[in-house]
T-cell receptor, first 114, second 117 residues
Framework: DGGITQSPKYLFRKEGQNVTLSCEQN?????MYWYRQDPGQGLRLIYY???????QKGDIAEGYSVSREKKESFPLTVTSAQKNPTAFYLC?????????????FGPGTRLTVT | AQSVTQLGSHVSVSEGALVLLRCNYS??????LFWYVQYPNQGLQLLLK??????LVKGINGFEAEFKKSETSFHLTKPSAHMSDAAEYFC???????????????FGKGTLLTVNP
């Protein structure tokens, strides 16, 4: 089955540590995205990548970094510079269907930093 | 810039009752609109989308939405709620960048639907 895998489902870290969240897709989609979800705030875009070796900042990129070395993979690093990293993180990929890009989401990683 | 506003962060209905979730958009260009559903601790799943053409769009699980340009709305409805419909629902609009592509979506803050037995 094709889909998006995010691991782990739950992640716990101490304050001051960097942490990398994994996102892998086997849908052969070109574009990939990272969102952060907090209660009552909807989804906010952190980074997105339209093609391999290229990515752009979203609305809340500060304290985060990404890489896109392979089409299938788009890992997100939450650095110690992120002031409030505890959140639910969603990875997505998209494919063009007609005039629009349909985004497909992974199951998410819940990060807790204490 | 494009944006969406979802009216009501929490909607509660009885099983079998009409479901109505409200979404209004703001866009300087013809909008492409989406509804997604999220079950607890899961990712989002596309319910339906509007691009052009027929303004009444049918989606999965018996949901539909009507695009009303005059009201800048894209409300989501279902005639009869089922317990399994309890979830959070997000309205989204395609966001166009300066390069003329619409890879990005701008999401509303979500509406939590509760279905009472």
């Amino acid at each position: 089955d094709g889909g998006i895998t995010q691991s782990p489902k739950y992640l716990f870290r101490k304050e001051g540590q960097n942490v990398t969240l994994s996102c892998e897709q086997n849908l052969n989609h070109d574009a990939m995205y990272w969102y952060r979800q907090d209660p009552g705030q909807g989804l906010r875009l952190i980074y997105y990548s339209q093609i391999v070796n290229d990515f752009q900042k979203g609305d809340i990129a500060e304290g985060y970094s990404v890489s896109r070395e392979k089409k299938e993979s788009f890992p997100l690093t939450v650095t110690s510079a992120q002031k409030n990293p505890t959140a639910f993180y969603l990875c997505a990929s998209s494919i063009r269907r007609g005039a629009t890009y349909e985004q497909y989401f992974g199951p998410g990683t819940r990060l807790t930093v204490t | 810039a494009q944006s969406v506003t979802q009216l009501g962060s929490h909607v509660s209905v009885s099983e079998g009752a009409l479901v109505l979730l409200r979404c209004n958009y703001s866009s300087s260009v013809p909008p492409y609109l989406f509804w997604y559903v999220q079950y607890p601790n899961q990712g989002l799943q596309l319910l339906l989308k509007y691009t052009t053409g027929a303004t009444l769009v049918k989606g999965i699980n018996g949901f539909e939405a009507e695009f009303k340009k005059s009201e800048t709305s894209f409300h989501l409805t279902k005639p009869s709620a089922h317990m399994s419909d309890a979830a959070e629902y997000f309205c989204a609009v395609s966001a166009w960048n300066s390069g003329g592509s619409n890879y990005k979506l701008t999401f509303g803050k979500g509406t939590l639907l509760t279905v009472n037995p």
